[in-house]
């Protein structure tokens, strides 16, 4: 028998609130708009504040320890079994991003280490 669970309350992805779905038996994880795979997130609908609960709804994601992760945006030819590297995407575009534009490295850098 197949059991997901929804986890509401994910907090944000490129909107909030988000959900992701988790479905233990598949060692898998339904993330919607919380992760994306291979291509640029969309950051215009929110701005620092809303990025930085991003990645902790990315961590939440990462603590589930998911194979595979399905993602709201991806490459159509992009894997959905690469879980750590779909995960990693985010943060790290959230901060180069950051970096560039406004030069907040010392909060974010310690966001991004879990």
Known sequence: MLRAILREGVGQ???APSAVLHIPSL???VA????????HQMLALGGPAEWDKW???IGIIERLHPRIVVVG???PEAPDDEAEKILNGAPVLIFRILLRQQGRSGRWKRSLVR
């Open 13 to 15: 992805g490129d909107i």
């Open 27 to 29: 060692d898998a994880v």
């Open 73 to 75: 945006h991806k490459k």
């Open 55 to 57: 990645i902790a709804s």
């Open 32 to 39: 919607g708009d919380v992760a994306y795979n291979q291509i």
